[in-house]
């Protein structure tokens, strides 16, 4: 069964939204691990029916080198991001991980992406799940 870790931090959102999507589309074919910045954001990622949690740097820095696919917000990759929940130590261990990122290009930070457009989270979300997350048995 394939692993994807979803990181999000502050309120959740994101993360929750993007684990409903998956669980919509792939049921219990996929084991989604929720890896909140805080308890809150965790918390809102477990109530979106991620199969299981857990917060802070220590548990974000063990479990990224374990899973097949990380999503979250772009900001994951960035130390101090979200008002200073990710930590240096949590931005380089995504960065290191060895499963693929899939990176939704939303950020608060002083930050632009050149190139791209403004386009809602939930057509984000469909775009991630369409055209990079491949199931394969």
């Known amino acids: 069964m394939k692993k994807i870790c979803v990181i999000d931090g502050q309120g959740g959102g994101i993360g929750s939204a993007v684990i409903r999507k998956l669980k919509e589309l792939f049921e219990e074919t996929i084991d989604i691990i929720a890896l909140g ?39 994951i990759i ?18 290191d991980s060895p499963a693929k990122k899939l990176l939704i290009p939303l950020s608060r930070e002083n930050v632009e992406i050149v190139g791209l457009s403004a386009i809602p989270l939930p057509h984000l979300i469909e775009a991630l799940i369409q055209e990079h997350l491949r199931i394969e048995d």
């Open 37 to 75: 910045t805080n308890a809150i954001a965790t918390a809102q990622m477990l109530k979106a029916r991620a199969n299981r949690g857990a917060s802070g740097e220590n548990a974000i820095v063990r479990t990224v080198k374990k899973v097949d696919v990380i999503i979250g917000p772009v900001s």
């Open 78 to 95: 960035m130390a101090h991001a979200m008002m200073g929940e990710v930590t240096p130590k949590i931005a380089e261990a995504v960065a």
